[in-house]
């Protein structure tokens, strides 16, 4: 496994060691002691989610707040997207700013996104199949968005200026408007 880190310290991109041959591939997908020495901290995944977009589809800006704040290990096994995190923590020094990454069933490649963090992806490929883990349980109590294209955060969506939302996603609010961490 090799970590990639970003353009914010606790955002990491996870390479996997790919076998391949003749027959295909094989690679571990998961493997919690690799994973943690990789984030440098201990984690407990709880839920496991899978979505499928079609291309153009952007979903997100995402997170959940505390006492139902989650992490991420996000992955895409048909297709490829490419993927956001957002910090969204008020005291830290990168308050505001954006990581990405391209995610694809080739590349095999995950995005690790702690707490505190926003989330989302477009799907660029004609179909999408995105799974990832949660270090907590969905409460739609906690549940908030920011907007997709918040000027001031100024994501590179690569080339997307249109995407098809949900209408959820297309009434978020702004950064500066919306809840976020201390």
Known sequence: ????????????????????????????????????????????????????????????????????AQAKLVRVSLGAVFDVAVDIRRSSPTFGQWAGALLSAENKRQFWIPEGFAHGFVTISEQAEFLYKTTNYYAPESDRGIRWDDPVIGIDWQGVKDPLLSAKDGAQPLLADAVTFG
């Open 1 to 68: 496994m090799k970590v990639i880190d970003t353009t914010i310290p606790d955002v990491k991109i996870i390479e996997p060691a790919v076998f391949s041959d003749d027959r295909g591939f094989f690679f571990e997908s998961f493997n919690q002691r690799k994973f943690e020495a990789a984030i440098g901290r201990s984690v407990s995944f709880v839920q496991d989610n899978h979505s499928r977009s079609t291309q153009g589809v952007l979903r997100g800006l995402h997170y959940q707040l505390e006492p139902h």
